[in-house]
C-alpha cells in the first residue's frame, strides 16, 4: 500500500513539475491549456530562388501553414526548424513566416534564423 501511495504522490509532482515548467518556454507542449495562443500565419519559402506555392508548403511540411494556428506558433517554428535540418538540409531553403499572435503586432520569423 505504501508503495502505490509513494508512486501515485511522486507522479503528482512530475506533473505538477512539467505544468510549472512549460508556462516559462514558448512550445508550452505540457501546459494544462496548450491552446491559449491563437495565431494567423502566413509562410513563404523560398528554394534556390523559386517561391513555393501555399500547397507546396503545406505538402513541404505536411502541416498547414498558412491561416490560423490554434497551438503555441513556436510548434510551427519547431517543425520547420526540425525539417530543414534534417530532410531539406540540402535545399538552401530561406523561410518567412509573417505572425500575429492574440491580436499582438504582426511578427516575422526566419529560418535560417542566422543569414551569413
Known sequence: MRTR???GILFLCLQSAAVLAARFIPERFFCWAPYDEHSLLQTEVCILGDTLSPQEVADRYSYRMNG??????????????????????????????HYQTNGHPAKIWRYPEKLD
Request: net charge positive; proline share 3%; charged share 20%.
Open 5 to 7: 501511495y509513494t508512486i
Open 68 to 97: 490560423w494556428e490554434p497551438r503555441a506558433v513556436h510548434n510551427v517554428f519547431n517543425l520547420v526548424r526540425q525539417y530543414e535540418q534534417t530532410y531539406g538540409r540540402t535545399d538552401s531553403a530561406r523561410i518567412t513566416i
